[in-house]
C-alpha cells in the first residue's frame, strides 16, 4: 500500500487557482467582495464566489451579513482554522522572495 504524503490534505486546499492571493487578501484585512474583486484583478465574480463558498466549506471562512441600511453588506472573516494559515502563507511567500 502506497503512503500518502501527510501535507496532501494541505497542498490540495492551497492548490487551486487563486487561493493563495484571495486567503492574502481576506489576511490584509481585504474582506469585501467588491475589495477582493479590485484587488485581484485577473479573478472574475464566478470564480471568486467559488472559492469563497469552498472556503466556507472546510471551515476557514464565514460570512458575516452586516444589517445596516440598504444596501446589506457581506463581510468574509477567517475562522480559527483559516487565521492558522498564515504562517504557512507567509512562509511561501518568503521562499518565493529568496528563491
Not at 6 to 24: F, H, Q, T
Not at 35 to 47: D, E, F, G, K, V
Not at 70 to 87: D, F, N, V, W
Request: with cysteine; glycine share 4%.
Amino acid at each position: 500500500m502506497q503512503k500518502i504524503c501527510p501535507a496532501r490534505p494541505v497542498l490540495d486546499l492551497l492548490k487551486g487557482k487563486y487561493v493563495i492571493e484571495i486567503l492574502s487578501e481576506i489576511l490584509a484585512d481585504n474582506n469585501h467582495f467588491g475589495s477582493l474583486l479590485h484587488n485581484i484583478p485577473t479573478i472574475n465574480s464566478r470564480i471568486l464566489s467559488k472559492r469563497l463558498r469552498e472556503f466556507e466549506q472546510e471551515g476557514l471562512l464565514e460570512r458575516v451579513i452586516l444589517k445596516a441600511n440598504p444596501p446589506m453588506s457581506i463581510e468574509y472573516q477567517l475562522t480559527e482554522k483559516g487565521l492558522a494559515l498564515r504562517k504557512v502563507i507567509e512562509a511561501m511567500k518568503n521562499w518565493q522572495e529568496n528563491y
